[in-house]
């Protein structure tokens, strides 16, 4: 049984930085792809960063130098580093998995003063 777990959300003031994590289990993690989605309010979801197996990681123009995604195969995690959080990164971020496009329940994060 696939299971990706977010943890990591809460309520940070702009400017600061949070966390999250996502810890999977049920597939061979280090054979795929991982990746970080978003949705905020009103929006649709919107993908923040990809952890290829291989290659560098990729992110979305919008926290290009601000967020930071990584992964430990060996713990199968993979992580998602938010500095200098905006208002505007108000939303519930999701992980995801290419293994059949699974997805986790989300964690919300706020940006707010």
């Known amino acids: 049984q696939v299971q990706l777990v977010e943890s990591g959300g809460g309520l940070v003031q702009p400017g600061g930085s949070l966390t999250l994590s996502c810890a999977a289990s049920?597939?061979?993690?280090?054979?795929?792809?991982m990746y970080w989605y978003r949705q905020g309010p009103g929006k649709e979801r919107e993908l923040v960063a990809v952890?290829?197996?291989?290659?560098?990681?990729r992110y979305a123009d919008s926290v290009k130098g601000r967020f930071t995604i990584s992964r430990d195969n060996s713990k199968n995690t993979v992580s998602l580093q938010m500095n200098n959080l905006k208002t505007e990164d108000t939303a519930v971020y999701y992980c995801?998995?290419?293994?059949?496009?699974?997805w986790g329940q989300g964690t919300q994060v706020t940006v707010s003063s």
């Open positions: 995801q998995t290419a293994y059949r496009n699974y």
């Open positions: 049920g597939f061979t993690f280090r054979n795929y792809f």
């Open positions: 952890s290829p197996t291989l290659a560098d990681p």
